[in-house]
């Protein structure tokens, strides 16, 4: 397990390395800025504990706090180390973002003290925040197939829509998986289910990790939405998938089952009027490419 990383800012040099060296000693791993310019630079997600001098040139504490903050998403602790002791010195300190403080001379074991509670406290605060992201994951990934969920897709179109430009594309694959219900009937649901997971997995090895949203739409029925990708390009991921699936073969009770999809593919038209009016024409235009697949013999896809 590595050091917790303490930042400590502070533009007197004797100070400076007085308390970096108690906090070494100790078992720190320490990163030191002279002035605030500099701990603006060090204040990234990473700082566990941060001793920040309230007066600094360059930038004062108040501003070196709120940069912490914003960079550790509230997870980073700040001490501000201060000389004024006075009431209302300290309650402007916890007021401006700090979690606790330190007056001069600074007093080693009370530093350490609060350093290490500061070090429990922000452990605390970054599991809860990585126990919540989880959670969050979860709600948004669809149970049975791993995709994004539609909650998650309803939010992320039109997101893309706003985002999308004549020089950034967007197009949109809508997918349904072909005779699905016969498939139910005759093998059972859980090689159904079975089949559209492993569908949803070629939808999410051809699709780009981080870039595209593959999700699961509803039923038997997945998409893809596809940023910075020309309908051409679209209908290339598309065919990848369809010829992935064709050549599926899913163990069942009776022997292999296999399985065609269906796609269409759509391409935003300079959205007019608002993100979520142009992300429903989008679906709309890409249901109706769909219907021309099914409608044109299964198997295949139609842009």
């Not at 360059?58 to 070196?64: Q, S």
């Not at 809508?174 to 949803?200: M, P, S, Y």
Request: aromatic letters at 4%; glycine letters at 8%; proline letters at 4%.
């Amino acid at each position: 397990m590595e050091p917790t990383r303490v930042l400590v800012a502070e533009d007197d040099g004797a100070s400076r390395t007085i308390i970096a060296r108690v906090l070494e000693r100790n078992g720190y791993r320490v990163v030191t800025a002279a002035d605030g310019r500099r701990a603006l630079a060090l204040a990234g997600p990473d700082v566990e504990v941060a001793l920040i001098d309230w007066m600094m040139p360059g930038a004062d504490g108040v501003a070196v706090c709120r940069r912490i903050k914003e960079a550790t998403a509230g997870s980073g602790y700040v001490i501000m180390v201060t000389a004024r002791a006075g009431k209302a010195d300290i309650v402007h300190a916890l007021e401006s973002g700090a979690d606790d403080y330190l007056t001069k001379p600074i007093d080693h074991d009370e530093l350490l003290a609060r350093v290490r509670a500061g070090e429990r406290i922000a452990g605390r605060e970054r599991e809860l925040a990585s126990a919540w992201r989880e959670a969050r994951d979860e709600a948004e990934r669809d149970a049975l197939t791993g995709l994004f969920s539609r909650r998650h897709f309803d939010r992320a179109l039109p997101a893309a829509v706003a985002e999308a430009s004549p020089s950034r594309p967007l197009s949109l694959l809508l997918a349904d998986l072909d005779h699905f219900k016969r498939i139910n009937d005759l093998h059972g649901h859980r090689v159904g289910d079975q089949v559209l997971r492993e569908a949803a997995g070629v939808v999410e090895a051809v699709t780009r990790r981080g870039v595209d949203v593959p999700a699961r739409y509803g039923g038997e029925e997945l998409a893809v939405i596809a940023p910075h990708t020309t309908a051409s390009a679209a209908c290339e991921i598309a065919e990848r998938v369809r010829a992935r699936v064709a050549a599926l073969r899913i163990p069942a009770r009776d022997g292999l089952v296999s399985v065609t999809v269906s796609i269409g593919v759509a391409q935003l038209r300079g959205p007019a009027g608002s993100a979520h009016a142009a992300a429903a024409q989008l679906i709309e235009e890409a249901d109706m490419r769909l219907y021309q697949a099914k409608h044109a013999g299964r198997n295949r896809v139609a842009a």
